[in-house]
């Protein structure tokens, strides 16, 4: 079997070194919108059993991202003044920060009709799909982090972003361009948490 040096070690390195890169690290320029498709574009060859696609993007920029603090922000208010829970500052947070970001896509998990294949299926290849978009972006450059914090696990907000019952929201991915190098990470060795059986 030939194996192509170039290509493990482009992969190898990309996806050792991708890195979550939240808000605060952002210089504040807007990420060029055809980057972002490029990232979409890679998210649909993510795998999904039966080919069901589960994945649903909505992609906030510009006056969108104002639009979508606005929204989440009345969404928070209804549901936690209702319930006993609103925070000020949770609320004022929701209202004002999306424009820290260059675009932020509202990542959503879209049953098909016949309920192909179990709901943990569906919720796995989303997933890969966005991961499918960290490595993009880490390969231009670029930072991103998925948010499940906010009002992604609020039933009242599904419809927002065209979810209906059965489907998941799973969370919001911010981009913007890194304005300093950022710190790596760490994980428990490989051995702690893989066997193998010969
Ligand atoms: C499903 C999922 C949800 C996440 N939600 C959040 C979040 O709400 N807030 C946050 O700061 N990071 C969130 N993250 C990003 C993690 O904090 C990040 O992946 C972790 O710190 C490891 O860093 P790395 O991605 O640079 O390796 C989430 C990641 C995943 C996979």
């Not at 098909?112 to 290849?125: M, N, Q």
């Not at 799909?129 to 991103?144: E, H, K, S």
């Amino acid at each position: 079997m030939d194996i192509d040096a170039s290509k493990t070690e482009l992969v190898n390195n990309l996806i050792r070194t991708r890195r979550s890169v939240f808000q605060q690290q952002y210089s504040g320029e807007r990420v060029d919108d055809a980057i972002v498709a490029q990232m979409l574009e890679n998210a649909r060859w993510a795998p999904t059993h039966k080919l069901t696609e589960p994945w649903q993007f909505i992609v906030f920029t510009g006056d969108g991202l104002r639009k979508l603090g606005e929204q989440q922000a009345a969404v928070y208010k209804r549901v936690t003044e209702a319930n006993g829970s609103f925070k000020e500052e949770r609320y004022q947070n929701l209202l004002t920060k999306t424009v820290l970001s260059s675009h932020i896509i509202a990542v959503g998990m879209k049953r098909d009709e016949k309920k192909s294949v179990p709901e943990l299926e569906e919720l796995g290849a989303v997933f890969c799909a966005v991961q499918n978009m960290y490595l993009t972006a880490a390969a231009y450059g670029i930072g991103c982090y998925l948010s499940s914090g906010g009002v992604t696990y609020f039933e009242e907000a599904k419809e927002l972003f065209g979810l209906d019952k059965d489907d998941k929201l799973l969370g919001f991915l911010h981009i913007g361009i890194p304005k300093t190098q950022v710190p790596d990470s760490k994980r428990k060795p490989i051995e702690d948490k893989a066997v193998w059986v010969r």
